[in-house]
């Protein structure tokens, strides 16, 4: 199994010359996330803490690379990251960018990491939430590891979360693929699967190909639609989806194939990407074809 693919900071995960900051962090994954629940709050959640997002907070969660983010904290506040901000100052965010920094702390570390795409079963009862986590090489135990870094004491109580969110649980994370497969086996309702009013086979198959770019190293917003993304069950290409949905699920075994497919015009990420959050297109920076 290679991990080089995911060792090295690219492109969003670059996070330039503010990755020097990074030296200063801890080794530990544990003490990577407590970092970063002290400079983002998810922009959802703000009432958890008491605090109303400002004008400048609203838009932070459509910034895409690393290094903007951090960018926009040290300009905001210029202290060192080991330094958490008050709640109503920190960054406003989504779960992919609590995924997408820790994969570009890690990785400054030389540690393999990538973001995965899929859903969490534990926000609401019987229902699958449109998430994204990190997932990281442990080299002691051999294995990867389902890291949800945005969960702190607030929502861990909020939400009853009785697990260890550094080592998530597979059934209470699932990778798109795995979603994809539940659904079409007929083991679970892809009306279960979505977030806000927007549930469906839809939905789960236009994460599967989020995740693949991801695993191709582009971690995009969870609202920006591109390529072979349909909001229509019909429009499905289903045959193409089982697909890729076999990949994702084992990606270590189909890296090849990953490679090869993210040719496709309905995977690659283009330069400029629809986000349906703001319902107009937008360029992709860093651009997606950075090395």
Not at 16 to 27: E, V
Not at 33 to 52: C, N
């Amino acid at each position: 199994m290679s991990l080089d693919s995911w060792r090295q900071p690219v492109a969003l995960s670059d996070a330039g010359i503010w990755a020097l900051q990074f030296d200063a962090l801890p080794d530990d994954v544990g003490g990577l996330a407590r970092v970063l629940q002290g400079l983002l709050i998810h922009e959802h959640m703000p009432d958890f803490y008491g605090v109303t997002l400002s004008d400048r907070q609203r838009g932070e969660p459509h910034v895409r690379g690393a290094e903007q983010v951090l960018e926009r904290i040290a300009v905001h506040d210029p202290r060192p990251l080991l330094h958490p901000r008050p709640a109503g100052e920190r960054f406003a965010c989504c779960c992919r960018h609590y995924t997408l920094m820790l994969v570009a702390m890690l990785r400054n570390k030389g540690i393999a990491a990538r973001a995965r795409c899929g859903f969490g079963a534990y926000f609401v009862k019987d229902m699958f939430i449109d998430h994204w986590v990190t997932e990281y090489f442990d080299q002691a135990r051999q294995r990867w590891v389902l890291v949800d870094s945005q969960i702190d004491a607030q929502q861990r109580a909020k939400f009853g979360i009785d697990f260890d969110t550094l080592d998530v649980p597979r059934e209470k994370f699932l990778v798109a693929g795995d979603a994809w497969k539940l659904c079409r086996d007929g083991r679970a309702s892809p009306q279960a699967f979505g977030v806000l009013d927007m549930f469906g086979l839809w939905f789960i198959a236009s994460n599967v190909i989020r995740d693949v770019a991801a695993l191709n190293n582009r971690e995009m917003l969870p609202w920006d639609v591109w390529g072979g993304m349909t909001l229509v069950d019909a429009e499905i290409d289903l045959a193409f989806i089982d697909r890729l949905a076999g990949f994702t699920r084992e990606p270590d075994k189909h890296l090849d194939e990953l490679r090869a497919v993210y040719g496709d015009p309905r995977i690659a990420v283009p330069p400029t990407v629809f986000n349906a959050v703001l319902n107009r297109p937008e360029a992709v920076s860093p651009a997606p074809d950075s090395p």
